[in-house]
């Protein structure tokens, strides 16, 4: 038993950071992309990477914007985010992306779906381990979110800073939720919107 033990913790801990290590995709992409948008005749997924479009520079640029380093477990240069995009016949009509998020009690994934300028129109937790998981989970505080965008994120006087925390003891996944969905925003910003947001960014959202 004594080396049984050993081994045990040393899977764990080596499977836990794959898992961390991975990028966030859908669960279920043709119903989750059909639910999120009900007219959608179609959809394109893309792999990108800070590694390939930019490498360290391009981490150094987002974790600026950020305002916060990215963990070298969950945010290295090689996760791959996984873009949905989202067509009605031949159009564009909005796009789904998911970030991974350390949270308190372990991994955060953070959902949104943006139309093509980027402004959220759903927003939900693919995983979330907090006791208050229910508390965020509900509508009445992912709801909050819809109609921002990373204009709003940048700025100190948007409706950000007044969306309350929904739990009682679980603020650290409160802070969590407010930096993967910023995070996710930025990476869909220089990823696929050529950096459309970053005069807001410069100007402090204005």
Avoid: W
């Avoid at 899977?11 to 948008?37: H, I, M, Q, W």
């Avoid at 007219?39 to 974790?63: H, M, P, W």
């Avoid at 996944?173 to 930025?186: C, P």
């Amino acid at each position: 038993m004594a080396r049984i033990i050993p081994i045990f913790l040393f899977l764990c801990t080596f499977y836990g950071d794959s898992l961390a290590a991975v990028g966030c995709e859908l669960n279920d992409p043709d119903r989750d992309v059909k639910r999120l948008f009900p007219e959608s005749t179609g959809y394109r997924t893309d792999f990108i990477t800070l590694k390939e479009r930019g490498g360290e520079a391009l981490q150094k640029e987002v974790e600026g914007k950020l305002g916060s380093k990215f963990d070298p477990i969950y945010e290295s240069l090689d996760v791959p985010y996984a873009y949905y995009t989202i067509l009605k016949d031949k159009q564009v009509i909005g796009y789904v992306h998911g970030v991974n998020q350390k949270g308190k009690y372990g991994g955060l994934q953070l959902i949104l779906a943006t139309d093509p300028a980027g402004k959220i129109v759903g927003f939900y937790y693919q995983r979330i381990s907090s006791p208050e998981s229910q508390k965020f989970k509900q509508k009445a505080f992912t709801g909050k979110f819809i109609g921002l965008s990373l204009a709003d994120f940048y700025a100190k006087d948007s409706r950000v800073p007044k969306i309350a925390d929904p739990s009682r003891n679980s603020s650290e996944d409160f802070k969590a939720t407010l930096r993967g969905i910023k995070k996710n925003l930025i990476l869909l910003d220089e990823f696929l919107l050529a950096g459309k947001h970053d005069k807001h960014y410069q100007t402090g959202g204005k």
